[in-house]
């Protein structure tokens, strides 16, 4: 038997956007998809999120991902730290909570 190492997909800012915060979404984050500090800072909370609705890539390293909860949808800003060093090229570097004004305001973009 070879004794070779996967070699590690990179992925899109979209797919690292997606699997990281379905992940995190989950409490169960992805090491290799998340900066440390980000771990830090969400391990003593929990999240009850249902789906995520909506993801839409701004910019180059940036997405919002819209996501559903008992209490209807969240904003959230994800911020993407690009490194060839990162075993899937990309890592999410910040997320933030941000205000969404309607649940109509992220429909209008689709």
């Not at 996501?67 to 899937?88: P, Q, W, Y």
């Amino acid at each position: 038997m070879l004794n070779r190492q996967e070699e590690a997909k990179h992925m899109s800012v979209i797919e690292v956007c997606h699997y990281g915060m379905k992940s995190l979404f989950e409490n169960n984050p992805k090491k290799a998809l998340f900066n440390k500090s980000v771990l830090e800072d969400v391990k003593e909370h929990t999240f009850n999120i249902e789906e995520i609705s909506l993801i839409k890539v701004l910019g180059g390293h940036r997405c919002d991902v819209v996501a559903k909860d008992a209490k209807g949808h969240r904003s959230f800003r994800v911020i993407l730290e690009k490194n060839s060093t990162f075993s899937h090229f990309y890592k999410i570097s910040d997320v933030r909570e941000q205000k969404l004004v309607s649940k109509y305001q992220w429909r209008a973009s689709l």
